[in-house]
């Protein structure tokens, strides 16, 4: 079926309309008009007929002749321009102007004559084959002057006449019709237009507002309901552009505090399809937030902790656990999910997760951990040896002069090794609380090293290892405090006597590179093995621990070197060939300025 537009409908509504009263108006006009032609002859008939019934009286009365009296209606019938009859009482046909009354059947039961009978005029249609057209009859009787019917005269006209006038009358009505219809079609389509286009306008800028282009206006021309419905249309176009222009401004403040989060967001609707992702959770699991959207949240990451989560959430309780990530690097993560209400604030529509890297906490709570049992480790070696020989002594030993003496000894050795320990877990405590601000001075490496160098020389005579100091004269101070500098230089030199075998060297040379001094001691020792080398500044890290502990060693001196080092903006490193010596360095910046750190 085809479909009409809204323009082409009103058309049509309009012509039907018209072509509908117009063709009601031809009917009933054609019909008004008709049956006015028609009474209008019957007027007529009957006072012909009524004539010739006084001239047929006479007749009728005074001859009975039927010749005389189809004489005289063929007379009447030619002056009238009727077709007369004259019948007797007993509907004999005494005279006829245009047949011949032997040859005609008695006419007595003719309506006409029967309506004439009984209510005084009769008046019939009837259509004639021969004429081709409708006759109107007019039947009176005809009766004495006492009132008797006598006979009956019958006048007859050809309703040919009233059929062309009606007919002439019902073809311009149609003429008008056919005009009327062309003329609304026309003025129709106009005035249809004027409904239509600014309808159309407004489907276009609707369409244009869909797709995001509120530019658009529709222009409201006229006051009446259309320009009322193109004003309001105008006016839901600017609260829609400002609603839309409000909420992507909200989205974009969203995106923006999303991506900047170091934590990662991972939202789901209640199927667990991803809603949205942030850039910090697609790092945390190697994954495309393009990618990730609207799929299932296991189909992405594959991270049952995560799913569980945001399942329990979705379902209306917060969740929060801790998880690992493997790929694209070890993560440790703390998921807190919630729940996300419905848009009604009814139901849940889905779950939200945050997702903390607390993979440094972990990390340094281990550290932590190891470290307290380290220490406990070392403290109770010397702690057991000092119980061990007082025990020992109060066993009865100390009755022996020589031993009591020898355990005492020892004893003493083992509390000066807590001691040691107690005094270097001091120092890097204090060097680690970073609040403590460092007064910087300038220092020269020389005078430092010249210090280091008297609180190991005995040590270093004692075998027999010559100890050189190579540092320029000109070499530039450097920025720092000079007693953790010369502490550091010691732990070296003092490392590089107890590693060296006697009658070895060590040598402290210094160079400006760049903005910073580089400082090298280096050994003829036992050298470190390659493997651990990066390990060596570790707090109680030890490449032979039985041989550091009978050297008197802590494990932690090389752990304040670096320490120092870097709390004066500097590095540390070690480089080795096993069996035949190290070579420790370090850099500090060159004085520039003074200040703290
Ligand atoms: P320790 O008190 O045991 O010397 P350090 O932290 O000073 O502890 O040193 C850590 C470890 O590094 C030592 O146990 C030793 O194995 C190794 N080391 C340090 N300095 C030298 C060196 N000059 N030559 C060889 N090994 C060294």
Redesign the pocket.
């Given at each position: 079926m085809v479909r009409l537009g809204y323009r082409q409908r009103l058309s049509a509504t309009y012509v039907l309309v018209v072509m509908i009263s117009l063709l009601l108006i031809t009917g009933c006009l054609t019909s008004a008009i008709h049956g006015h032609l028609v009474s209008r002859t019957d007027h007529e008939l009957t006072t012909d007929a009524m004539l010739v019934a006084e001239v047929v009286r006479n007749m009728l009365v005074q001859t009975q002749s039927p010749a005389a009296i189809d004489l005289m209606a063929d007379g009447l019938g030619a002056k009238t321009g009727l077709r007369v009859t004259v019948i007797a009482a007993d509907g004999t046909v005494l005279g006829d102007s245009q047949g011949n009354p032997v040859s005609m059947e008695n006419h007595g039961n003719r309506p006409e004559v029967l309506q004439a009978y009984r209510s005084g005029v009769g008046l019939i249609t009837r259509y004639s084959v021969s004429l081709g057209s409708g006759l109107r009859y007019c039947a009176v009787p005809v009766t004495t002057s006492a009132g008797d019917v006598i006979g009956y005269v019958r006048v007859a006209a050809s309703l040919a006449q009233v059929e062309q006038s009606s007919a002439a009358v019902r073809g311009f009505m149609l003429n008008a019709v056919g005009i009327a219809a062309i003329a609304g079609v026309a003025l129709s389509l106009v005035l249809s237009k004027g409904i239509s286009d600014p309808l159309k306008n407004m489907a276009t800028a609707a369409r244009a507002i869909a797709r995001g282009d509120f530019s658009r206006k529709v222009r409201a021309r006229s006051n009446d309901e259309l320009g009322q419905l193109a004003e309001a249309f105008n006016h839901m176009a600017r609260e829609l552009e400002q609603s839309v222009g409000e909420i992507s401004r909200q989205k974009n403040q969203m995106e923006t505090i999303l991506s900047a989060m170091a934590d990662g967001v991972v939202a789901v609707d209640a199927s667990q399809r991803i809603l949205l992702v942030n850039q910090a959770a697609c790092d945390m699991f190697g994954v495309r937030a393009d990618q990730a959207l609207n799929r299932h949240i296991l189909e992405i990451v594959r991270n049952r902790d995560l799913a569980d989560s945001l399942a329990i959430a979705s379902a209306g309780s917060d969740d929060i656990r801790e998880t690992t990530a493997q790929s694209p690097r070890a993560l440790a993560l703390r998921i807190h999910a919630a729940p996300i209400s419905g848009a009604s604030g009814s139901g849940v529509a889905g779950a939200v997760a945050v997702l903390q890297d607390v993979t440094d906490l972990r990390r340094l709570e281990l550290v932590r951990q190891d470290f307290v049992s380290n220490v406990s480790h070392e403290l109770r070696t010397p702690v057991t040896s000092i119980k061990g020989f007082a025990d020992t002594l109060l066993d009865g030993a100390m009755e022996d002069g020589e031993t009591l003496r020898r355990f005492l000894e020892l004893i003493d050795r083992e509390a000066d090794r807590l001691a040691h320990i107690i005094s270097d877990l001091l120092d890097l405590s204090r060097l680690e609380c970073t609040n403590a601000s460092m007064p910087l001075s300038p220092v020269m490496i020389s005078d430092a090293a010249q210090r280091a160098l008297e609180a190991v020389q005995s040590k270093a005579e004692g075998k027999s290892i010559q100890v050189l100091l190579q540092i320029p004269a000109e070499l530039p101070a450097v920025q720092g405090d000079e007693p953790l500098i010369v502490q550091v230089l010691v732990?070296?030199l003092?490392?590089?006597v107890?590693?060296?075998p006697d009658g070895g060297s060590i040598v402290v040379s210094a160079s400006c590179v760049g903005a910073t001094v580089r400082v090298d001691v280096a050994?003829t020792?036992?050298?470190?093995p390659v493997e651990?080398l990066p390990r060596?500044?570790e707090r109680f890290?030890?490449?032979?621990?039985a041989?550091?502990r009978q050297?008197g060693?802590?494990?932690?001196?090389?752990?304040i070197?670096k320490h120092i080092v870097e709390r004066h903006g500097g590095e540390a490193w070690?480089s080795?060939v096993p069996g035949r010596?190290?070579t420790?360095s370090f850099t500090v910046p060159v004085w520039a300025s003074s200040g703290h750190m």
């Open positions: 732990n070296l003092e490392n590089a107890k590693y060296t050994d020792g036992v050298g470190i651990h060596i500044f890290y030890r490449v032979d621990r041989r550091s050297l060693g802590t494990g932690l001196g090389l752990s070197v070690a080795s010596g190290s420790f």
